[in-house]
Antibody
Framework: EVQLVASGGGLVQPGESLRLSCAAS????????MDWVRQAPGKGLEWVGR??????????EYAASVEGRFIISRDDSQNSLFLQMDSLKTEDTALYYC?????????????????WGQGTLVTVSS | AIQLTQSPSSLSASVGDRVTITCRAS??????LAWYQQRPGKPPKVLIY???RLQSGVPSRFIGSGYGTYFTLTISSLQPEDFATYSC?????????FGGGTKVDIK
């Protein structure tokens, strides 16, 4: 079965940390860019950040709202994507999705998402 | 940063109706735009990419058009399974961004 399974969400207090994971199965992973996108309750989608593939040196991009607090990494040997979230704020409360970016070749990637995981809920509250 | 403004934010329509959703960008994006459908409790699903290209497996009643700063998603004949929220996304420049979404519900 083709799937991206996000996990690691939960309830934390402001200032605490959390690490999310996204496991890929049944689909190509290592040649693709991978992103995190979040959705606050009842709100629209918000892009969090991207990690490129090995061909592009695993470079990253982040939204301004998380830059310096969140780090995206990946382990291609395990078909896994990670999001380390530090100094969490109440406004980080959201459902976090992992998304695969369409890449026709490792050097030819678009910027939209052709597969999405189900999401994992992060709640930051005191 | 590129801002995307969708309109309307919600609409009510009947099965068989033709529905058009608009996405306006704050700067020229050429055709670096995708449209997604999201049903309640589900992740988004891509419908259209590169402004007008139909994603494989998506019904042909979904039509994307536009270039530059003005884009539309048209559903030519609304079906029961189309009642959902639709969002545009730009991938012209970082940070990537999404429109606020358009909820399509049953009249």
């Amino acid at each position: 079965e083709v799937q991206l399974v996000a996990s690691g969400g939960g309830l934390v207090q402001p200032g605490e940390s959390l690490r999310l994971s996204c496991a890929a199965s049944g689909l190509s992973f290592s040649d693709h860019y991978m992103d995190w996108v979040r959705q606050a309750p009842g709100k629209g989608l918000e892009w969090v950040g991207r990690i490129r593939n090995r061909a592009n040196r695993y470079t990253t991009e982040y939204a301004a709202s998380v830059e310096g607090r969140f780090i995206i990494s990946r382990d291609d040997s395990q078909n896994s994507l990670f999001l380390q979230m530090d100094s969490l704020k109440t406004e980080d409360t959201a459902l976090y999705y992992c998304g695969r970016v369409r890449c026709d070749t490792p050097f030819s990637c678009s910027g939209y998402f052709d597969f999405w995981g189900q999401g994992t809920l992060v709640t930051v509250s005191s | 940063a590129i801002q995307l403004t969708q309109s309307p934010s919600s609409l009510s329509a009947s099965v068989g109706d033709r529905v058009t959703i608009t996405c306006r960008a704050s700067q020229d994006m050429s055709d670096a735009l995708a449209w997604y459908q999201q049903r309640p409790g589900k992740p988004p699903k891509v419908l259209i990419y590169d402004a007008s290209r139909l994603q494989s497996g998506v019904p042909s009643r979904f039509i994307g058009s536009g270039y530059g700063t003005y884009f539309t998603l048209t559903i030519s004949s609304l079906q029961p399974e189309d009642f959902a929220t639709y969002s545009c996304q730009q991938f012209k420049a970082y940070p990537l961004s999404f429109g606020g979404g358009t909820k399509v519900d049953i009249k």
